[in-house]
């Protein structure tokens, strides 16, 4: 009933969830807001908010099937539950949770992309709760979250398993961080702009309302409603980001256009790089495209570029790697150039030879060789190192419509 995900997968997963468990936590204002997950015939808690009054431990164990746990009814009956009071309740006043006085309970299912479950997102309290509507539907969009994020691990998995390129795990850490903020914060200003809203509603109609009380209420509200459309906004531009990036798992042939499907790759690039101070520079027009199979588009600028920021920088302070794309005749012509130490002239006719590495001691290696099979093969176009200039590498390549 369960399936495995890959620790380094599963540890990115708890520093991320924990945050938004920790905003949800204060938004309830509950003492326990829980990620559980099926791992064999046992649920166990995988993240957790980390509030003092939280009494459950992360990695903590029950066998699954006939536990009796909530958590147990959501995931078989792949249905919402709130429970008010387990207490006043035959169905679940002799439930496990009510050891640690947690009588309150609201979760959802959480799936897998393929519909699998994964586990479950759940509050708790230790007193009685009535429902609140506004509650249930934050839950449910922190649920489709947490969905889409799996969904995206799914392919990256899959990718990675295929070995189409190495760095997707990197990008997709970093825009999931990047999502992680304006959401939180967006959410937060929502929920602090209804409670405020709640109580001005309440107070004109008992004609309790105050001058003073609706302009408190109209100095606090503007920047909940500007922070909330800045964040948006944000989160707007990386979905958009996203999309451009999910194109490129594909290993269909699809209409490419460049100048986004490359400034997405440097995006990625920079997240990656920037500690190592490489500047990346694009110059694609707007309007071209290229008919052609992404992925592996990507895995061969990838793998150039890789070498560059690998071997190209020995004592060069300013780096800089360029990526340009043009119409050739009725082909693209695309090329990947650095500002580094070159490659000597007399060995440069041997880049692409699986030979190469043991020649120069890993200065260049068996990925140039994949490179070019990949750029004949299956782009079947053709790469080259282009003439030397006075400092840096060019390598070119052009590369036809595919059918």
Same mark, same amino acid.
């Given at each position: ?40 015939? !046992? ?7 980390? /509030? ?20 147990? @009814? ?39 992309? +393929?519909?699998?479950?994964? /586990?479950?997102?759940?509050?708790? +309290? ?14 449910? !969009? ?19 398993? !295929? ?19 304006p959401a939180g914060i967006a959410i937060t200003s ?60 594909s290993m269909d042939v699809s209409n490419i256009r ?9 995006? /990625?690039?920079? @997240? ?27 895995t061969v600028i990838t793998e150039l570029v890789e ?21 050739? !005749? @009725? ?6 150039? +650095?500002? /580094?130490?070159?490659?000597? @002239? ?58």
């Amino acid at each position: 009933m369960s399936r495995s995900l890959s620790l380094d997968y599963s540890a990115l997963l708890i520093e991320q969830w924990s945050q938004t468990l920790n905003l949800l936590a204060d938004i309830l204002d509950m003492p326990a807001v829980l990620i559980m997950k099926l791992d064999g015939e !046992h649920i166990k808690v995988f993240a957790k908010s980390e /509030g003092q009054q939280n009494p459950y431990r992360v990695g903590e164990a029950e066998v699954f099937d006939g536990s009796g746990l909530y958590c147990e @009814h959501v995931i078989k009956n792949r249905e919402m539950l709130e429970v008010n009071n387990a207490l006043k309740d035959p169905h679940w006043d002799a439930n496990p949770d009510i050891k640690l006085n947690m009588i309150y309970y609201l979760g959802l299912p959480l799936n897998y992309s +393929d519909g699998q479950p994964f /586990g479950t997102i759940c509050a708790l +309290d230790n007193h009685e709760r009535p429902t609140e509507k506004k509650f249930q539907k934050l839950l449910l !969009h922190i649920k489709n979250t947490l969905e889409d994020q799996l969904k995206a691990y799914d392919i990256q998995q899959q990718v990675i398993e !295929h070995k189409s390129q190495s760095h997707v795990e990197n990008l997709i850490r970093g825009m999931a961080h990047e999502l992680n903020t304006p959401a939180g914060i967006a959410i937060t200003s929502a929920t602090t702009l209804s409670s405020m809203l709640d109580v001005l509603t309440q107070k004109f109609h008992q004609q309790t309302l105050s001058k003073h009380q609706f302009l408190d209420f109209e100095e606090k509200a503007s920047p909940c409603l500007a922070l909330i459309s800045t964040n948006l906004e944000k989160i707007s531009k990386l979905v958009e980001r996203f999309k451009d990036l999910s194109m490129q798992f594909s290993m269909d042939v699809s209409n490419i256009r460049l100048e986004r499907f490359l400034k997405a790759l440097c995006e /990625g690039f920079n @997240h990656i790089y920037g500690k190592q101070q490489v500047n990346f520079r694009l110059n694609a027009p707007d309007k071209l495209t290229l008919h052609s199979i992404p992925v592996l588009l990507q895995t061969v600028i990838t793998e150039l570029v890789e070498n560059a920021v690998e071997h190209a920088f020995e004592n060069t302070k300013v780096r800089r790697i360029d990526i340009d794309a043009e119409r050739f !005749h @009725h082909r693209i012509l695309l090329r990947v150039s +650095d500002n /580094g130490i070159g490659i000597k @002239h007399n060995i440069s006719g041997d880049v692409f030879s699986p030979c190469f590495a043991r020649k120069q001691a890993g200065r260049f290696g068996l990925g140039l060789c994949v490179v070019n099979k990949i750029v004949q093969m299956q782009l079947k176009g053709n790469i080259k190192l282009a003439a030397q200039r006075q400092e840096g590498t060019v390598f070119e390549m052009v590369l036809p419509d595919l059918a």
